[in-house]
């Protein structure tokens, strides 16, 4: 006796449905391996929600030409059943087998789809090395840029940023940043909120007369450390600015000088001191002691993973100083157009420096490991800033 066409065709969605379920859950890029024609999937280490896996693409691609092979497979026995028990009297386009076997044939061509898909995933894409921001201290807007050179959307700050910090917070970022004229540090916990004023020069123990010179973001205290420097050098130092308690501001360590940028790494507060670099340990003990004695004066600086320091001198050249081996390697001579590095800083996410130039749209970068210049990056198309700041989206890389 021949099944009704309604009957089976609950039948076969039964069956379809099962087998769906079955190779989906029987296909994990780590149990089953893929067919013999592809590559098999990369080894994808742990990610956390703001550090995409690496390779998550073409494992989800080998997933699903799996799964859709294993389906298709699945459905060669349904389908003899249907011929036989279910076959069509007629030619109708509308009969059960001939929509089966339609379907068959569509399923088998986005299988092949599938399989060329995968198989011409490319292996040597840019790796995702986050957007660079680049704010400028005469103006609110900070532009933005693909590392791979694609000017994105900007965004704006309240007010104009002398010196910034943008850090991990949670699966987004936050920034940080003072101007000066007058001083003000500002706080910006997430890129769509609010900004909130967590001191200024009206606040003690600071006077009318601070400047601000450097900035970071302590990851351990979750507060802002801000160089100043007022008319009374006594003044001088580092403050902290608590970012829960608001103007909270006190002095973290006083400086016989006039103190300059800051960094944060492995415990120590790092600045410069007109020709030196110098550091202090954040847990009080110890006094300042001298990383390197330069030349000439020092613009910026930044410190690589490594403990190697990577710095900016006035005339515009690029230096890295190794502090085990005493030694120094220069990255970029001395500039001659007037386009001097203003600031210089380390992209976490592929260890790159990245060098923001006086009135230049592009951002120069070199590779801290092999000492060479690698590139350069346009991040507008407007007028250049005499005054460029750059900074990273930390949420884009796994550093």
């Not at 065709?9 to 087998?19: D, E, G, I, K, R």
């Amino acid at each position: 006796m021949m099944f009704s066409s309604n009957c089976f065709l609950c039948l076969f969605l039964v069956v379809l449905a099962t087998q769906v379920t079955l190779a989906i859950i029987a296909v994990p890029a780590t149990e089953a391996p893929p067919p013999a024609t592809q590559a098999p999937p990369p080894l994808i280490p742990p990610s956390s929600a703001s550090c995409p896996q690496a390779g998550l693409l073409l494992e989800k691609l080998v997933n699903l030409s799996t799964a859709l092979s294993n389906i298709n497979n699945s459905l060669i026995s349904v389908f003899d059943l249907i011929d036989e028990q279910c076959p069509c009297l007629d030619a109708s386009p509308e009969c059960f087998e001939t929509r089966v076997s339609n379907f068959r044939t569509a399923l088998e061509e986005l299988i092949v789809d599938a399989d060329n898909v995968t198989l011409s995933a490319p292996t040597d894409c840019p790796d995702r090395t986050g957007a660079v921001f680049v704010a400028t201290c005469d103006g609110t807007d900070v532009a933005v840029v693909d590392p791979n050179g694609v000017i994105q959307n900007g965004f704006n700050t309240d007010t104009n940023v002398t010196g910034w910090a943008v850090y991990i917070n949670g699966d987004t970022y936050g920034f940080d940043y003072f101007r000066n004229g007058p001083f003000e540090v500002r706080c910006r916990l997430t890129p769509d909120s609010v900004e909130i004023v967590l001191g200024d020069d009206n606040d003690d123990p600071l006077t009318s007369t601070a400047v601000g010179t450097g900035i970071i973001y302590d990851p351990d205290t979750g507060n802002d450390y801000v160089a100043i420097s007022f008319d009374n050098a006594t003044l001088n130092g580092i403050y902290c600015f608590n970012r829960t308690v608001f103007p909270r501001i006190t002095l973290l360590f006083g400086f016989d000088g006039v103190p300059g940028r800051i960094e944060v790494h492995n415990g120590f507060v790092y600045m410069i001191d007109g020709q030196k670099i110098v550091r202090r340990r954040l847990d009080g003990t110890g006094g300042w002691e001298q990383v390197l004695f330069f030349s000439t004066n020092i613009k910026d600086f930044d410190v690589a993973a490594n403990g190697h320091v990577v710095f900016t001198d006035e005339s515009g050249a690029v230096y890295i100083y190794d502090p085990v081996q005493r030694t120094y390697r220069q990255l970029r001579p001395p500039t001659s157009d007037g386009r001097c590095g203003f600031t210089s800083a380390i992209n976490p996410c592929d260890s790159l420096l990245y060098v923001a130039n006086i009135n230049d749209a592009e951002l120069q970068i070199f590779n801290t490991n092999t000492f060479q210049r690698v590139g350069s990056l346009t991040y507008t198309e407007s007028t250049p800033s005499p005054c460029p700041s750059v900074a990273f989206d930390p949420t884009f890389c796994c550093a």
